[in-house]
């Protein structure tokens, strides 16, 4: 990968604002959705005692998730302006303002004081920090002693096809990605104890089984568009198929990890 660090953070922040995102994904950018979401909290045993930072927060659908279902206060964290200000409408929206903050901020340097959080949460995020371990680092400073991580991850095994392996292949989560013993490896090896470890890559595949569907029919509405003309509908398709491909073989997967701080 030979962008910059804070040409890729600006990259994906650019890439995940455009309203073309959420009108394909909807709030839930990550495989699992919702579902996925509230088993991550249950399995990080979330309390209304608990505090909680959202590490890539997006249009903060996960937070407001975790607000509602633990009644825990959540601050989600995103790199992206428009991001941010979208989460902070649609939160005020959903009245849950009271309990959901949120901050423009670095996911490698998050805005938080030492040791202020009871759980950090990282939902397909990771693998488009341009350095995960610093953001691994992180996490254990904001961390109270015996405080939680919650990780979804896509996972990687192998390199990539050379038409991914680009600026592209790193804002779509594939050229960061690792496998899940390199998940477990990098928590491990800065400071916590894995408690939870599941593969979930059939998530994955219906993810991008819909967005495949909702990309072609977009593009193919738009055909005439001078703008999206350069990737039309029939090579969307490809990519789809090419990615859901990897998923089958297994060189491509999703998983979702807890773990302690010890």
Not at 225 to 250: C, H, P
């Amino acid at each position: 990968m030979k962008a910059d660090s804070d040409t890729l953070k600006s990259c994906c922040a650019i890439a995940y604002g455009n309203p073309l995102v959420e009108l394909i994904l909807g709030e839930y950018w990550h495989p699992g959705g919702p579902v996925l979401s509230k088993r991550l909290g249950q399995s990080l045993e979330l309390t209304p005692r608990d505090t909680v930072v959202d590490v890539a927060s997006g249009l903060g659908a996960t937070a407001r998730l975790l607000a509602q279902t633990f009644g825990c206060r959540v601050a989600g964290v995103d790199y992206g302006e428009a991001q941010i200000a979208r989460a902070q409408t649609l939160t005020e929206n959903h009245g849950l303002s009271d309990l959901i903050t949120f901050r423009r901020g670095d996911a490698e340097s998050l805005p938080l004081e030492d040791r202020s959080v009871d759980a950090v949460v990282c939902e397909c995020s990771l693998c488009t920090f341009p350095s995960a371990e610093n953001a691994v680092r992180d996490w254990l400073r904001v961390l109270r002693p015996g405080g939680r991580v919650g990780l979804s991850d896509v996972t990687r095994r192998g390199a990539l096809p050379q038409d991914l392996n680009n600026l592209a292949g790193w804002v779509g989560c594939l050229s960061g990605a690792r496998s899940i013993d390199g998940c477990r490896d990098l928590l491990e090896g800065h400071g916590f104890r894995i408690t939870t470890c599941e593969d979930r890559s059939g998530d994955l595949k219906n993810l991008v089984n819909r967005v495949g569907s909702a990309l072609v029919a977009w593009l193919s509405f738009r055909a005439a568009d001078a703008a999206v003309a350069a990737w039309t509908a029939d090579s969307a398709r490809d990519l789809m198929e090419s990615i859901g491909r990897m998923i089958d073989q297994g060189d491509l997967g999703y998983c979702q990890i807890t773990a302690v701080r010890v």
